[in-house]
């Protein structure tokens, strides 16, 4: 495995693990929010699975009531319902997750053309993490917003969970690009010569194998008596 091999494996390794703590953000790790709005009467915690406030937290599962946990948290009755199920966009993240993670496990396993198929699915990975971070960020920033202009909430700007996702995304990035250069040098390796031969990349017409360009010369014998 060469340096582009392992680095590849390394920012897949992260992005996932960065990915399914997102997963288990909030009401599963409390402290772990995209987004805390602070009232008088409460503060409210979103995560991906469901929210927890004062009170305790909500059921776990993609998409929950998020414009009635606003409600009545803030008393502002205008909360749009779009943002309820804009929150089953948030589904984007565990699907990211387990991309990211099959796309790790090929390269670990992998060997030549493998490579190629690990820079594949990084290419899915990156597109899927993408996109769930553009949908996290249109949900709460539309929110942050809203609840500042009509509301004398305090509501901040993006949680520690918004960055980590933009770290998996920066992770992701790189990947696709990282398994394509592995998988050329992969091939230009195995063309090096065994047993101490270099072979020409080309083949010339009529063989089925490489031809030998140079082998090391032999070594010398040592007789059991001076000359």
């Not at 996932?16 to 790790?29: D, E, F, G, K, R």
């Not at 772990?32 to 915690?45: G, H």
């Not at 901040?156 to 996702?165: E, K, P, Q, T, V």
Request: hydrophobic share 45%; net charge positive; proline share 4%.
């Amino acid at each position: 495995m060469g340096v582009g091999g392992g680095l590849q494996m390394f920012l897949l390794f992260a992005a996932t693990a960065i990915l399914l703590v997102l997963t288990l953000s909030t009401p599963v790790i409390k402290g772990l929010k995209f987004m805390e709005i602070q009232t008088s009467a409460t503060t409210l915690r979103l995560g991906v699975l469901g929210y927890c406030n004062s009170r305790g937290c909500s059921s776990k599962h993609i998409g929950y009531d998020l414009s009635a946990a606003l409600r009545a948290a803030t008393n502002y009755n205008n909360v749009k319902d779009s943002y309820t199920p804009l929150t089953k966009s948030l589904v984007m993240v565990p699907i990211s997750c387990g991309i990211t993670g099959v796309a790790f496990l090929i390269a670990l396993f992998s060997q030549k053309m493998g490579y190629c198929v690990s820079g594949l699915i990084s290419l899915f990975a990156f597109v899927s993490t993408l996109v769930a971070l553009i949908c996290e960020s249109v949900l709460f920033a539309a929110l942050r917003d809203d609840l500042r202009k009509h509301t004398n909430a305090r509501v901040s700007n993006f949680g520690i969970a918004h960055w980590l996702l933009v770290a998996a995304t920066a992770c992701v990035f790189l990947c696709p690009l990282l398994g394509m250069i592995e998988c050329c040098t992969a091939r230009s390796r195995s063309q090096k010569s065994k047993d101490g031969q270099v072979y020409d990349p080309v083949q010339p017409a009529g063989y089925g194998y490489n031809m030998p360009l140079a082998a090391y010369p032999p070594q010398p014998q040592h007789s059991g008596h001076n000359a």
